[in-house]
Every structure is written in C-alpha cells, then in structure tokens.
T-cell receptor, first 115, second 113 residues
Framework: SQQGEEDPQALSIQEGENATMNCSYK?????LQWYRQNSGRGLVHLIL?????REKHSGRLRVTLDTSKKSSSLLITASRAADTASYFC???????????????FGKGTLLTVNP | DTEVTQTPKHLVMGMTNKKSLKCEQH?????MYWYKQKAKKPPELMFV???????INESVPSRFSPECPNSSLLNLHLHALQPEDSALYLC????????????FGEGSWLTVV
C-alpha cells in the first residue's frame, strides 16, 4: 500500500491564489520529500523536511510536517500558470542498515492554475 | 550541478528487441535508482544500487536487467518486453540513500509494440 497519500487528488485555482496540498503517511519517517512533475517530464525536487523540523520555506513554497499526525502540507503562494503540475510527497524507508533507500510516493495532487 | 541525465528520451522497441536505457550522474552520489511510472500513477521503485552493488530488486521480471558499470553510470537492459511494460522509466541518485535528497532525471519514455 502507498506510504503517502495526497489530498486532494486534483485542485484547480486561479492565478494569484494559494494552493494547499496535504500528505499523510503511515510509518515513522526520517524525512519527507516533495516533488513536482510537469506532464510527461521527470520529477523535480522541491523540499526535503526532516522529522525534527516543523516548517520549511523555499521561495513561494512552504512545507509543514506534523509527525504526531503523520501528515505534511505543501503551500504554494501567489500561484502562477507555470505551477500547473502534479505534486507528490515521498517518504524514504526500508533497506538495510537504515539506508532508507526505498522512496515511496503518494498518489499525487494534480494542480491546475488557470490564467 | 544537480543533474541526472538519461538517454534516450524516447524509445520504441518490438517485443523481440534488445535495447538499453542509460543514466549518468556526476554528483558523486553513491546510490542510484531505477523507477517505473505508468500514466497518472506515482513512480514505483524497481532497483537500487549502492556503491555499485545491487542493493534492492523489487521483484522485477528478469526481462529487465540493471547494470552499474561505475559509480556514475547506471544502465537498464531490456529484452523480450511486453506492451504493458510501456512506461516512463526514471533514473535517480542520492548521496546517503533516502536520508538525503534524491534527484531524478527527465526519464526515458518507452513504448513496446
């Protein structure tokens, strides 16, 4: 089963609005990573937040992590048409010696930003 | 430079063909990965190489054969594939396994006819 689950599965907003995506996971984690994927393209790493961090910022992106609720959120402020993409959360786990090689992705949120 | 380069970008092959996907990184990362992604689905892990040794094989059929010739290169050899193997194949790398940022390439689109 998926380690991470995003909510909502699809989100449509107007340019300039904020977009919030949520991610829930099931087991304890070392970190949680957010990725963006434009249609038919590779994955672009956005932010890595570690289990001892509660909030992290990068430009117009803000990520929060609540380990007690096993959830994370990604906020994109002042959205642009170019932000249209699928957004995935991913959690590393498994592997020998705590290597956490297995990065398991949630189902993703498809964000559409209308001009 | 946080770049993982994959070639070719597109590949069409018949079910009896033998082809290879290639991946290269020059970030000094010691872990490299192959993921498979079907349309409208999240990526799924196939293989992990750590220090040039196969560390994880997620029960992938033997018609997919990974190879790590050196610390910068990762290949995926394809033979006798099925149409359902058509997908986006993503290569990735990281320094410290999943404890560090995992960087992905642009992917290779594979169509099996």
């Amino acid at each position: 089963s998926q380690q991470g689950e995003e909510d909502p599965q699809a989100l449509s907003i107007q340019e300039g609005e904020n977009a919030t995506m949520n991610c829930s996971y099931k087991t304890s984690i070392n970190n949680l990573q957010w990725y963006r994927q434009n249609s038919g393209r590779g994955l672009v790493h956005l932010i890595l937040i570690r289990s001892n961090e509660r909030e992290k910022h990068s430009g117009r992106l803000r990520v929060t992590l609540d380990t007690s609720k096993k959830s994370s959120s990604l906020l994109i402020t002042a959205s642009r048409a170019a932000d249209t993409a699928s957004y995935f959360c991913a959690t590393p786990h498994g592997g020998s010696g705590g290597s956490n090689y297995k990065l398991t992705f949630g189902k993703g949120t498809l964000l559409t930003v209308n001009p | 430079d946080t770049e993982v380069t994959q070639t070719p970008k597109h590949l069409v092959m018949g079910m009896t063909n033998k082809k290879s996907l290639k991946c290269e990184q020059h970030m000094g990362h010691r872990a490299m990965y192959w993921y498979k992604q079907k349309a409208k689905k999240p990526p799924e892990l196939m293989f992990v190489y750590s220090y040039e040794k196969l560390s994880i094989n997620e029960s992938v059929p033997s018609r997919f054969s990974p190879e790590c010739p050196n610390s910068s290169l990762l290949n995926l050899h394809l033979h006798a594939l099925q149409p359902e193997d058509s997908a986006l194949y993503l290569c990735a790398s990281s320094q410290l396994g999943g404890r560090d940022t995992i960087y992905f390439g642009e992917g290779s689109w594979l169509t099996v006819v």
